[in-house]
Nanobody
Framework: VQLVESGGGLVQAGGSLSVSCGAS????????MGWYRQPPGNGPREWVA?????????DYTDSVEGRFRISADNAKHTMFLQMNDLEPEDTAVYYC?????????????????????WGRGTQVTVSS
């Protein structure tokens, strides 16, 4: 599975921004899609939100609950993250990820019980 993010950019605090992630390749094997983010300074990536393929409620990290909304258009193999009421602390590179039930052995991640795939990331900058 190949993932390509788009969107992002610069916005003032309190504003809104949307990022999207298009999937290609073996999309039928996707179980879950979501977002991580990495703040400036190359600190650890923080999980932001995820949604399971085939339904179920999305999950969010506490700091974005009520402000961000994740959704997916399964027919177009695209996932969206609508970010509202943005704060400077939301500034980060946002990475799309997907968990599949098939893939290369080197991509297997025991934490997810599947094969982990990453996009290259898109920058989101929130000015104060």
């Amino acid at each position: 599975v190949q993932l390509v993010e788009s969107g992002g950019g610069l916005v003032q605090a309190g504003g809104s921004l949307s990022v999207s992630c298009g999937a290609s390749g073996d999309t039928f094997s996707i179980k879950t899609m979501g977002w991580y983010r990495q703040p400036p300074g190359n600190g650890p990536r923080e999980w932001v939100a995820s949604v399971d393929n085939g339904g179920g409620s999305p999950d969010y990290t506490d700091s974005v609950e009520g402000r961000f909304r994740i959704s997916a258009d399964n027919a177009k193999h695209t996932m969206f993250l609508q970010m509202n009421d943005l704060e400077p602390e939301d500034t980060a590179v946002y990475y799309c990820y997907a968990i599949t039930d098939s893939g290369d052995y080197s991509d297997y991640d025991h934490r997810y019980g599947g094969y982990l795939h990453w996009g290259r990331g898109t920058q989101v900058t929130v000015s104060s």
